[in-house]
């Protein structure tokens, strides 16, 4: 099974700063990776699909990149409504898909 | 305006069979390159995908799960049934169905509001 491992688990920012997530796969997924992000009693939502390429209606301030088993997510300027939790997905051994543990952002 | 719900009971006893309801509305699922799917979320844990059913019929499990899972779908009343037996109390989550698609790189792109289920006698 491929395992993916998010860092890291809770980060504390400020509104304006650029905050990065990292998730790396156990195994080589190409771009079978999304990022999703989970508001508390939410259900998660799509934000990058195909490692880099963004969901229709997320906004440009998020971005990802990576290739193979690491991977970013990049929030570059944050808003108040952007503190949640994120999760990296891996979709390369279709149809199972394997989710990281989460990232936590709060606000500092 | 693509929405999924799920329903099915909020509480269940260990032993006992689960069996959860998706009705979405907004698509179909025999377009070709759809699937839909369930997720659970212990609380305060991550997500775990559980199954997912194609449009053409394929079923597909989460192999620690599989010997306790059936996924059907009802194309002509929009639903899929996800039935797990066995229940125990480390099975206590929220209860997602969500649809997935091929053209975002199989992901899921539309979710339910969850389904709480909790696992007490």
């Known amino acids: 099974d491929i395992q993916v491992t998010q860092s890291p688990s809770s980060v504390a920012a400020s509104v304006g700063d650029r905050v990065i997530i990292t998730c790396r796969a156990s195994q080589d997924v190409s771009t079978w990776l999304a990022w999703y992000q989970q508001k508390p009693g939410k259900a998660p939502k799509l934000l990058i699909y195909g490692a880099s390429n963004l969901q229709s209606g997320v906004p440009s301030r998020f971005s990802g990149s990576g290739y193979g088993t690491d991977f970013t997510l990049t929030i570059s300027s944050l808003q108040p409504e952007d503190f949640a939790t994120y999760y990296c997905q891996q979709a390369n051994s279709s149809p199972q898909s394997t989710f990281g543990q989460g990232t936590r952002l709060e606000i500092k | 305006q693509i929405s999924l719900n799920e329903s099915g009971p909020t509480l269940v006893k260990p032993t006992q069979t689960l069996t959860l309801t998706c009705t979405f509305s907004?698509?179909?699922?025999?377009?070709?390159?759809?699937?839909v799917g369930w997720v659970r979320q212990p609380p305060g844990k991550a997500l775990e995908w559980l199954a997912l059913?194609?449009?053409?019929?394929?079923?597909r499990y989460s192999p620690s799960l599989k010997s306790r899972l059936t996924i059907t779908k009802d194309t002509s009343k929009n639903q899929v049934v996800l039935t797990m037996t066995t229940m125990d109390p480390v099975d206590t989550a929220t209860y997602y169905c969500?649809?997935?698609?091929?053209?975002?790189?199989?992901?899921?792109?539309?979710w339910g509001q969850g389904s709480l289920v909790t696992v007490s006698s």
């Open positions: 059913i194609f449009w053409d019929d394929d079923k």
């Open positions: 907004g698509f179909s699922l025999s377009t070709n390159g759809v699937g």
């Open positions: 969500a649809r997935r698609r091929y053209n975002i790189g199989w992901n899921w792109d539309y």
